[in-house]
């Protein structure tokens, strides 16, 4: 098992080979494909995407898309493929897959390494309410006294978490997302806005301001792409609804592809030494 991964690359020579599979769909996922396709191209790398997005921007490199089919299917691929390390790189909410990976890595045998962005922390100017979950935000606009009067509410919780705020009907919303999500899982008062970041401070303020929002529900992805609606909502002295990360896996992290590149190397040297 190779080490934690260090804050800073080292400067070392590449191992001549290794096979890895990189769970994707973030901005740090592509950054690692980058720097694995310009500094290191005796390694195998084989990215994989749930498939959410329908038109995902991709990497000139080997590509799956799909799930595995549980644990026992990742296993199944891992051997198959004969992968040396897998980097999970999916969403901070991709809870799920990150559980699946952490099994099915147990039972392989394979190194695990956790790649992910920081989480966003509140100023003393913003007014963030923490909740557990996609849920709780729902529950808190449709029962809370202080939420319950009807408010215009600009939601980015992604388009396959929007059915419980069915139960908040009284609210008028603008539904920002990727792509269309299905009308029957959306409250009845909601514009759907299709957009991608990264998104710039001024834009969320005109759009804010235009749209008269006065509450905001998101999920504490972190990341600069999207920090700037945190951003105008501080500057327009509008709430957050901020839906807090799952619990981590107790898996080795790194914060950026910089720190999962150096921990890929020390693996390469410790998993392929009697090869």
């Known amino acids: 098992m190779p080490p934690a991964p260090s804050s800073a690359h080292e400067e070392t020579t590449a191992p001549p080979r290794l096979r890895v599979l990189v769970l994707g769909g973030t901005t740090e996922a592509s950054a690692l494909c980058r720097m694995l396709g310009t500094t290191w191209p005796t390694c195998h790398a084989v990215l994989s995407l749930a498939g959410v997005t329908t038109q995902p921007h991709l990497p000139d490199m080997t590509t799956r898309i799909g799930g595995f089919g549980g644990v026992e299917g990742l296993v199944d691929w891992l051997h198959h493929n004969a992968i040396n390390a897998v980097v999970d790189a999916t969403h901070p909410f991709a809870a799920q897959m990150s559980h699946n990976a952490a099994l099915a890595c147990a039972v392989a045998k394979l190194p695990l390494l956790r790649l992910e962005r920081p989480g966003w922390s509140a100023t003393p100017q913003d007014q963030w309410l923490m909740v557990?979950?996609?849920?709780?935000?729902?529950?808190?606009?449709?029962?809370?006294?202080?939420?319950?009067?009807?408010?215009?509410?600009?939601?980015?919780?992604?388009?396959?978490?929007?059915?419980?705020?069915?139960?908040?009907?009284?609210?008028?919303?603008?539904?920002?997302?990727?792509?269309?999500?299905?009308?029957?899982?959306?409250?009845?008062?909601?514009?759907?806005?299709?957009?991608?970041?990264?998104?710039?401070?001024?834009?969320?303020?005109?759009?804010?301001?235009?749209?008269?929002?006065?509450?905001?529900?998101?999920?504490?992805?972190?990341?600069?792409?999207?920090?700037?609606?945190?951003?105008?909502?501080?500057?327009?002295?509008?709430?957050?609804?901020?839906?807090?990360?799952?619990?981590?896996q107790n898996t080795p992290r790194a914060k950026d592809a910089t720190v999962a590149l150096t921990w890929l190397h020390q693996c390469a040297s410790s998993t392929l030494r009697a090869v």
């Open 132 to 248: 557990p979950s996609i849920v709780d935000a729902a529950h808190t606009l449709a029962h809370t006294s202080e939420w319950s009067r009807p408010h215009s509410v600009f939601l980015t919780t992604g388009r396959k978490e929007t059915r419980p705020f069915l139960a908040a009907p009284q609210h008028q919303y603008l539904f920002r997302s990727i792509e269309t999500p299905d009308t029957a899982d959306l409250p009845p008062r909601t514009r759907v806005l299709r957009a991608r970041g990264p998104f710039d401070l001024s834009a969320e303020l005109q759009l804010m301001q235009a749209q008269k929002i006065t509450v905001l529900v998101t999920k504490n992805s972190g990341g600069s792409a999207t920090y700037p609606k945190l951003e105008a909502a501080r500057m327009l002295g509008i709430p957050v609804i901020m839906i807090a990360r799952p619990p981590p």
